[in-house]
Structures are given as C-alpha cells and as structure tokens.
C-alpha cells in the first residue's frame, strides 16, 4: 500500500514537470565540471561565491589535517573535536563582531538546532515567508506560534508586532541574502523593529558572508551596524568552501546551544580536514576582502548587465545571485537543459522551492570566473532563449 501511494504522488508530481533527479558531476576547478560520461560543463550554478574550493591553502589545509583522521567517530560532547574546529569557532566569532560561536554539522541544521533550543511554547516566531526551507522547518519543531510576514514588508511585520501578543519572548528571524532572490533584508528597520518590540534578531547569512560587506562578513557589515543582530547562523558550505554551518552570538546563548540544542548534541563532530579547509578559506578572505569581495561584485554587475542587454527579465539586485524569471515550469526546464547540452550549467528553479508562476533560472556568479566566460554564459543564454520562443 505504502509504495503504491508514494508511486502514485511521484506520477502526480512527474506530471506537473516537477521530476528532480540526483546527478554525478565532478569539479575540476571552482567552476569548471565534467559528468560520468566526461562532458565538461562551465557551472554557474555552484554557491562556492569565491572559488575557494580549489584554493591552494585551503586544499593544502585540508590534506594535512586529515592524519588525524578522516572522521571524527564521536560528538564533541563526547569525544571531543579537531583542535581546528576550536580554532574556527574562535575565530568566526571575531568575523562575525560577537562574543562566541558554535559550529554545526550543515547549515541546515543549524537553523533547526537553534530555533528547537531557544523557542518555547508562548513564544511568538516572526519569519520572513521568503526564508530559507531549514528556517521555516525549525520554526515547524519550535513548538511555538509562527506568525509569517510578507517578504521584506516592514510596516506589515511593524503590524504584527503591534497586533499579536507574546507571553514569551518574540523572535524575528530572516535571511540575510534571500537564496532565490538574491535581494537583501531590511537591516535597519528589522534593528528598529527588534528594539521598539522587545524581540531576539536572528539572520541567516550563508548567502552573505563572503558576498557583502566590505570585510565580506555578511549583512551587518553591508550596513555597517556591528553588534546589532542578536543571533548569526551561517554556513561553511558557500563562501567558506567546506561543509557545516554555525551560529555566532553572545557567550550565553552559544553555551545554551551546547548543553541544549539536540542536533548539536547527538551529532557526529565533523572532521578536522573540514574545519582545517573552512579555517583556511576564512583566513584568506580576512586577509584579502577586497580580492575576492570585490572581483565577485564586478564578476555580479557584469552578468546582471549583459543579461539585460540580452533581453532577459532579472530581479534586480547587486549579489551573485541572478535570478532569470522564464515563466512555466515546463520552459524552464527546456531552457536549462538546452543550455547543459551547449556546455553551460545553470539550476532551474520551480515550485515548491519558488512560489507558482515565478520559475526562473538562478545564475550564480563567482570570483572565480573570468570575465571572458561571464561574457560567453551570457550570450549562449540569449541566443538559446531566442531559439525557444522563436
């Protein structure tokens, strides 16, 4: 019964042209790949937003760490950690302007680890509906009341501060760089709002740090207001050319998430050869933020404009997350899978992960690429998109 349910929701969701399939691919630079069948691919789909996977120290950091062991065997409550997992926390937290900082497993979960410790029953959840899915699963595990607010609207959050009652404390809780859009939170006003209410500020900026701000440090930098968010989560994943995620706050509430926060707790701790790669690229981007910040913001501006130039509808915005609204799921896909057979990776994005009627391309730029093929991704997608509607 239970297979021939699921196989019947799989047709239903085949249907709506919504099929995902898991593919192998192999990088060979920080954006150059090839498939099983050795195809090459210019990818401008990845979030490594500064090419730092394939960077010298952060490879050469990553193979030296690794005698210690290519797993940890343990949680760190009670097998302890890689020394450099010590070394990261201590030094996110001075990235990051706060007292302290923890480092999870994903940034995924993360953001379940801190909204399931620090919200209860009576406290009221205030999240941005366009926020990242492992934001809106933690409020789901919260146990609390999750009031959504429309995307970016300040006065409609002001509204619902002002009209739903709170007998616990209040949260508002949004992505910094919203993943989809590519546009940025309202810092100053969330910072007003926070104040005025009372509330806790979390941001999550995995799509931020090494993106905005002149440090490259994420959404507070970008308006220059340190010490203003109560609670950073974050991801080793993007920028940080690793895996894992953290959160960066006061001493208190990191030593709360230690002894409280259940995905921390059970989880396995991640090896050193990780911690030691995400050290590593987090070193190199303090030591030279306007290198790779800067070129990753003329790399950005310059896809953004010839992609206008080429016709194309974008949201505008100044990250490297260029949003190219196509229409129906269906065009979509044709349009990404003609662009794969020319030699060009980009992600088609369809719903549920966008709302109805807004499937798009997401064209992600990095530091990492020149800018001659910034100037051919561009031109092979207007022409391949003229071709579909002609």
């Given at each position: 019964m239970l297979t021939e349910r699921l196989q019947k929701e799989l047709e239903q969701t085949y249907a709506k042209g919504l099929r995902r399939t898991v593919d192998g691919l192999r990088f060979k630079t920080a954006v150059r790949a090839e498939d099983?069948?050795?195809?090459e691919y210019l990818v401008f789909a990845s979030n490594n937003y500064l090419g730092l996977t394939h960077a010298p120290e952060v490879q050469r950091a990553a193979a030296e760490a690794v005698r210690w062991g290519t797993g940890s065997t343990g949680s760190?409550?009670?097998?302890?950690?890689?020394?450099?997992?010590?070394?990261?926390?201590?030094?996110?937290?001075?990235?990051?302007?706060?007292?302290?900082?923890?480092?999870?497993?994903?940034g995924y979960m993360t953001n379940l680890g801190v909204l399931f410790a620090l919200v209860k029953p009576g406290d009221v959840v205030f999240s941005d509906e366009l926020n990242h899915a492992s934001i809106i699963d933690g409020c789901r595990i919260a146990r609390a009341q999750v009031v959504v607010y429309k995307h970016n609207d300040m006065q409609g959050l002001e509204r619902l501060l002002e009209e739903i009652p709170a007998a616990g404390e209040r949260f508002i809780v949004t992505d910094g760089v919203f993943s989809?859009?590519?546009?940025?939170?309202?810092?100053?006003?969330l910072v007003r709002l926070k104040e005025k209410y009372?509330?806790?500020?979390?941001?999550?900026?995995?799509?931020?740090?090494?993106?905005?701000?002149?440090?490259?440090?994420?959404?507070?930098?970008?308006?220059?207001?340190p010490g203003t968010i109560d609670l950073q989560v974050g991801t080793l994943s993007k920028a940080l050319a690793a895996e894992g995620g953290y959160v960066a706050a006061s001493?208190?509430?990191?030593?709360?998430?230690?002894?409280?926060?259940?995905?921390?707790?059970?989880?396995?701790?991640?090896?050193?050869?990780?911690?030691?790669?995400?050290?590593?690229?987090?070193?190199?981007?303090?030591?030279?933020?306007?290198?790779?910040?800067?070129?990753?913001?003329?790399?950005?501006?310059?896809?953004?404009?010839?992609?206008?130039?080429?016709?194309?509808?974008?949201?505008?915005?100044?990250?490297?997350?260029?949003p190219v609204l196509t229409g129906s799921s269906e065009k979509t896909m044709r349009f990404m899978a003609a662009l794969?057979?020319?030699?060009?990776?980009?992600?088609?994005?369809?719903?549920?992960?966008?709302?109805?009627?807004?499937?798009?391309?997401?064209?992600?730029?990095?530091a990492a690429h020149t800018e001659?093929?910034?100037?051919?991704?561009a031109k092979t997608m207007g022409k391949i998109w003229r071709e579909l509607n002609a």
């Open positions: 099983e069948n050795g195809k760190r409550l009670t097998t302890g950690a890689a020394f450099e997992t010590g070394e990261l926390e201590k030094e996110l937290a001075e990235f990051k302007h706060t007292e302290s900082a923890v480092v999870f497993n994903t989809m859009d590519g546009d940025i939170a309202n810092l100053p006003e009372g509330a806790c500020l979390m941001v999550d900026d995995a799509h931020g740090v090494g993106v905005i701000g002149a440090d490259g440090s994420g959404t507070a930098a970008y308006y220059n207001m001493k208190t509430i990191i030593e709360y998430l230690i002894n409280k926060s259940r995905p921390f707790i059970f989880s396995t701790a991640l090896p050193a050869c990780v911690t030691a790669a995400a050290l590593a690229a987090l070193r190199l981007l303090r030591q030279k933020p306007e290198q790779y910040v800067g070129r990753l913001k003329e790399n950005a501006a310059l896809m953004r404009r010839l992609l206008h130039d080429e016709g194309f509808e974008i949201i505008d915005g100044v990250t490297p997350i260029v794969l057979e020319a030699g060009i990776m980009v992600s088609g994005i369809r719903p549920p992960t966008v709302p109805e009627g807004t499937s798009r391309l997401r064209v992600t730029v990095t001659a093929e910034i100037k051919q991704a």
